[in-house]
Every structure is written in structure tokens, then in C-alpha cells.
């Protein structure tokens, strides 16, 4: 069952507040998401880890008020 399912919404509703969530993330919500998602992962992971702190080292030379997501005309 997919996880919009659970939730109790449709695929359209799910994306749509999804979408929604992406274009208002600040660089500084994005660095803490990252971060927390990056000390959950097994150090031997050799596959996102590395990603991770690429994206990591990317977003601390972004605004943290900035909107990476956002849509460039908004």
C-alpha cells in the first residue's frame, strides 16, 4: 500500500502537497533534513552518505531563507 494510501490521500492530493512542501523549503529546513537523515544512516553506507555530504557542503553556501525549490519566476 503506498504511504498516500495510509495516509488517506489520493495520488493528486499527496503530490500536489508535496510539490507545495518542496517550493516553500528554506536551504536551512533542507540542510537540517539532510543532516538528520545523514546521522541515521549506517556508517559503512557507502552510497548516499557520500551524496549527502555533497549536498550538505552545497547548502551551507546557499541563504538559509533561500528557496532552492522554488519556481525562478516566483
Do not use: C
Not at 523549503?25 to 555530504?53: D, H, N, V
Amino acid at each position: 500500500m503506498p504511504k498516500y494510501d495510509a495516509l488517506g490521500k489520493s495520488e493528486v492530493q499527496a503530490l500536489a502537497e508535496a510539490t507545495d512542501w518542496l517550493k516553500n523549503l528554506t536551504a536551512a529546513q533542507l540542510k537540517q533534513w539532510y543532516q538528520t537523515f545523514f546521522e541515521q544512516l549506517p556508517r559503512e553506507e557507502g552510497r548516499i552518505r557520500p551524496f549527502l555530504k555533497t549536498e550538505l557542503y552545497n547548502i551551507a553556501t546557499m541563504e538559509p531563507n533561500s528557496k532552492p525549490y522554488e519556481h525562478p519566476n516566483t
